[in-house]
T-cell receptor
Framework: KNEVEQSPQNLTAQEGEFITINCSYSVGISALHWLQQHPGGGIVSLFMLSSGKKKHGRLIATINIQEKHSSLHITASHPRDSAVYIC?????FGAGTRLTVKP | DAGVIQSPRHEVTEMGQEVTLRCKPISGHDYLFWYRQTMMRGLELLIYFNNNVPIDDSGMPEDRFSAKMPNASFSTLKIQPSEPRDSAVYFC?????????????FGSGTRLTVV
């Protein structure tokens, strides 16, 4: 079993839909990180969190330390949100969730 | 700040040759990470430095791989001799201890192809 598990692996949505990507981990945590990798390959840091909830624009990240689970939400999704979203815990990475948002 | 700068962007080399990848972290960042990304294995941490000192190199796959950080503004990842299975995108990232070492900024990556 991987230390960091993401679900789903692939996700297709229509523009405007609410998106949820999940991350479960089995290791002790100092911080959890959500990353976004666009088709061009560049990686961008979205959030770093160790408790509670963070919001930036249409993106919301939550974490439940007791349940060892984090979610990344995208409200009012847009085709430009199409990317691979990667969860990282203590420098260990999930396999990523490939999101495709169709117009 | 120009961000994390990696060079070269692309490298094609023949099996058996030495390959050196370079990284300039963001000024003031005291953590530097080297990652490898492949289709099969996703993102993997190879090694990371704190204040120029290697902290965890357990991800370095073999003795053919070595990394150095001679000063706070430069790091290299060397593969010698290179093999086709080393073909991957290699990312460098840096962060600051002010964010617990986890507020990564990634470079654009070096796409390595070993033929």
């Amino acid at each position: 079993k991987n230390e960091v598990e993401q679900s789903p692996q692939n996700l297709t949505a229509q523009e405007g839909e609410f998106i949820t990507i999940n991350c479960s981990y089995s290791v002790g945590i100092s911080a959890l990180h959500w990353l976004q990798q666009h088709p061009g390959g560049g990686i961008v840091s979205l959030f770093m969190l160790s408790s509670g909830k963070k919001k930036h624009g249409r993106l919301i990240a939550t974490i439940n330390i007791q349940e060892k689970h984090s979610s990344l939400h995208i409200t009012a999704s847009h085709p430009r949100d199409s990317a691979v979203y990667i969860c990282a815990v203590n420098m260990r990475f999930g396999a990523g969730t490939r999101l495709t948002v169709k117009p | 700040d120009a961000g994390v700068i990696q060079s070269p962007r692309h490298e094609v080399t023949e099996m058996g040759q030495e390959v050196t990848l370079r990284c300039k972290p963001i000024s003031g960042h005291d953590y530097l990470f080297w990652y490898r990304q492949t289709m099969m294995r996703g993102l993997e941490l190879l090694i990371y430095f704190n204040n120029n000192v290697p902290i965890d190199d357990s991800g370095m796959p073999e003795d053919r791989f070595s990394a150095k950080m001679p000063n706070a503004s430069f790091s290299t990842l060397k593969i010698q001799p290179s093999e086709p299975r080393d073909s991957a995108v290699y990312f460098c990232a840096s962060s600051s201890s002010n964010t617990g070492g986890y507020g990564y900024t990634f470079g654009s990556g070096t796409r390595l192809t070993v033929v």
